[in-house]
C-alpha cells in the first residue's frame, strides 16, 4: 500500500452489521491523526472520533486506519478534513447518523475542535 495516494472513499471498506435492526453506537478514536497545514508547510496532530449509528454496513477498522494514514502529507485546513472525512465514512457505509470531531493539538496558543455531523433522511 503506498501511503502517498490521495485519500479516497474507495480505501474504506465494510462488513455487513451483525445486528441490523437494532440501534446501537459505534465510537472509534484516532488519536493520532496527522496532516499538513496548507500556509505553513507544518504538521498538524489531531485526535479523530467517529461516533455512529450503522445502518446496513459497518466499516472495517484496518481500512479506515490505512485511509486516515494517507493523510500525513497532504496539505489540508482542518475545517476542510474534518468534512472529507465525514463525507467519505458516510458514502462509504452509509449510517444512520454519523458525527465526526476533530480535536487539534494546540499551535500559537490557540486549539481547535471541529465538528461536523450526518444524519439520514436530512
Not at 491523526?33 to 504538521?43: A, E, I, M, R, Y
Not at 496532530?45 to 459497518?58: A, W
Request: hydrophobic content about 30%; aromatic content about 10%.
Amino acid at each position: 500500500m503506498e501511503l502517498t495516494e490521495t485519500p479516497s472513499v474507495d480505501q474504506l471498506e465494510t462488513f455487513p452489521n451483525p445486528r441490523p435492526g437494532r440501534e446501537f453506537t459505534i465510537e472509534i478514536v484516532c488519536p493520532e491523526f496527522t496532516s499538513v497545514c496548507p500556509k505553513t508547510g507544518q504538521p498538524d496532530f489531531g485526535t479523530i472520533t467517529y461516533t455512529y449509528t450503522p445502518n446496513e454496513t459497518c466499516v472495517e477498522l484496518k481500512s479506515l486506519k490505512l485511509y486516515l494514514q494517507r493523510f500525513r502529507n497532504q496539505g489540508i485546513f482542518y475545517e476542510q478534513v474534518t468534512n472529507k472525512l465525514l463525507d467519505d465514512f458516510v458514502a462509504a457505509c452509509h449510517p444512520v447518523r454519523c458525527k465526526v470531531v476533530s480535536v487539534w493539538t494546540p499551535r500559537g496558543g490557540i486549539s481547535t475542535n471541529v465538528t461536523c455531523t450526518y444524519e439520514a433522511g436530512k
